[in-house]
């Protein structure tokens, strides 16, 4: 039986002893914790969560330029890239355990890590927001510095990019562009399922699904490279 969402006064101490910041708006901490799914709910975590995307990148790019002030940019993009992306915020999010605070519908809760992972990662980002709007910069940087910048000391290779090495490797023998089109929307509009197929002049299609456009987008990519032995199946799966 899953454990009782806290709330009130026992939700601040939680909360504060993982982000380190006591939250004197508990409105705004409650609302960075519900997701547009749940049931009665009368606001949700999407606009913290565009706040909060920026402010996660602004504090990254602060920290990695100050823990390696000697590497070029090239270098610090893609680990940056890495960083911010949604696969690290949702590893947060667990370590956090905010699958226990959320308000969100049974289902999306109920589905596990896998299908959890984006709204766990939205909810950190739109925890970030609410801890930069109730204490600050300051208080969003520490939040942000306990949990990145361990993460940062990890050797970060290159993150893949399936639809930028499909149009290089289309660029090398053709003035050919992959083009991109929705083939089917299926699911619930908390968590939808999009297919995408991605057409190039002389070379059959590829399909690929996702959880949103960009997704199936690049798994239709993935799909077209490791097809056309550009990219090994390890690596689409990835």
């Known amino acids: 039986m899953p454990l009782k969402r806290p709330t009130g006064a026992a939700l601040a101490s939680e909360i504060a002893s993982r982000t380190g910041h006591v939250f004197s708006n508990m409105r705004l901490l409650e609302t960075a914790l519900t997701h547009s799914s749940a049931v009665k709910a009368v606001s949700n975590n999407e606009r913290l969560e565009f706040l909060g995307d920026r402010v996660l990148g602004l504090v990254v790019a602060d920290m990695l330029l100050k823990q390696f002030p000697d590497a070029r940019e090239g270098e610090i993009a893609p680990r940056f890239n890495a960083l911010v992306d949604a696969r690290t915020c949702s590893r947060v999010g667990l370590e956090l355990e905010l699958d226990r605070y959320m308000r969100a519908d049974a289902a999306l809760k109920s589905g596990g890590q896998k299908a959890g992972g984006n709204y ?98 690049e798994a239709a990519a993935s799909a077209f490279l490791v097809r056309e032995g550009v990219w090994t199946a390890e690596r689409g799966a990835a």
């Not at 942000?144 to 090398?172: D, S, T």
């Not at 991109?180 to 699904?209: C, K, L």
């Open 120 to 217: 766990l990662a939205d909810a950190v980002e739109a925890l970030v927001a609410a801890v930069y709007l109730d204490g600050g910069i300051d208080a969003a940087r520490a939040f942000v510095l306990r949990y990145w910048q361990p993460l940062a000391l990890m050797v970060v290779g290159k993150p893949a990019n399936p639809k930028g090495e499909l149009q290089e490797w289309i660029a090398k023998s053709s003035d050919a562009r992959p083009t991109y089109a929705i083939e089917g929307r299926e699911g619930p509009d908390h968590q939808p399922v999009f297919t995408v197929s991605v057409q190039v002049a002389g070379f059959a299609p590829a399909q690929g699904a996702g959880s949103s456009r960009r997704a199936a987008e």
